[in-house]
Structure formats: structure tokens, C-alpha cells
């Protein structure tokens, strides 16, 4: 047995065992991250931030499924650097604030119980690595439980 085979087998007995406890599947991912992506698209707040810079958004969603499938079933599938992609956009902690509330309504439309709080609780991790990268970048330092504001886009959420 290879090094890489044994890292595939681990890699499938974890999304098999993530998939059993929480009825995550493929479907389910795509179903929520298409949902989610509706009420973004039409949100006001991030409606803009994204509209600015999606155009044809199906490459997107295929790139957050791979995405969605190795956060919350570590499938693997998404090799890309999110953290690069959201340094420059015109967000703070009131961005992300609206994200996960967003999310969290729709994985809970979306999803049995079990598989809205995974996917829940790995959003509420991911929105605050990057804020926390976000600020880091504009050199500020974030304590535990303080958030990044931006005065700059104080006019434009008004």
C-alpha cells in the first residue's frame, strides 16, 4: 500500500463516517450552497460585494461545492486559497456578521438538524479566519471577541 492510498482510504473512511452521523451528502451541499447564493445575490448588504465581482455565476458555485465538500465532509475536492481571494474586498465584521446569519437560515431551511449545525458550526469558523486574516493585512491587531470596522464603508451600509 502506497503513502497516497492510504491517505484516500483515511480520507474516505472520515467522509463516510461525517456522511453517517450527519446526512451530509454531495446534494445536500449543493442544494444549500445554491440557496445560499440566491439570498447573497439579493441581499443588500452583500448582494453589491458580490455583483462587483461574479458576473457568470456558475464557475462560482461549482468552485463552493468543492469548497463546502472538503469543509464539511474533507473530501478533498476544493484546492484553491480563499484567504488570497477575500483580501481585497471591501468587507468588516458586520460583512461576515450578515454572511453567517444568511447561512445559518438557510442551512437550517436546507438541512436536518444534525447537518445545519455542521455546516454551522464550520462557518462561524471560516468567517473568522478571515476577518481575522482581513484585519491582520490592514495591520490590525484583533482581540478575542473584538471585530474588524472599517469606517470607509460606514457610507456604503447606511
Not at 456578521?97 to 442551512?107: G, H, I, S
Request: proline content about 6%; charged content about 25%.
Amino acid at each position: 500500500m502506497t503513502a497516497d492510498n492510504s491517505i484516500s482510504e483515511r480520507r474516505a473512511a472520515l467522509t463516510a463516517a461525517i456522511q453517517a452521523e450527519t446526512g451530509i451528502d454531495e446534494a445536500m451541499i449543493e442544494k444549500l450552497v445554491r440557496a445560499f447564493y440566491e439570498r447573497v445575490q439579493t441581499d443588500p448588504m452583500l448582494g453589491p460585494v458580490f455583483a462587483a465581482r461574479i458576473k457568470n455565476w456558475e464557475p462560482h458555485l461549482q468552485q463552493m461545492f468543492a469548497f463546502w465538500s472538503s469543509v464539511a465532509l474533507m473530501s478533498g475536492r476544493y484546492h484553491g486559497q480563499p484567504m488570497r481571494k477575500h483580501l481585497p474586498l471591501p468587507v468588516d465584521g458586520r460583512h461576515f456578521d450578515r454572511w453567517l446569519a444568511l447561512f445559518e437560515e438557510t442551512a437550517r431551511d436546507i438541512c436536518p438538524p444534525k447537518a445545519a449545525e455542521h455546516f454551522i458550526e464550520r462557518a462561524k469558523r471560516i468567517a473568522e479566519s478571515l476577518e481575522l486574516g482581513i484585519a491582520s493585512v490592514d495591520g490590525v491587531m484583533l482581540s478575542k471577541g473584538e471585530r474588524l470596522r472599517r469606517p470607509q464603508l460606514d457610507t456604503s451600509l447606511t
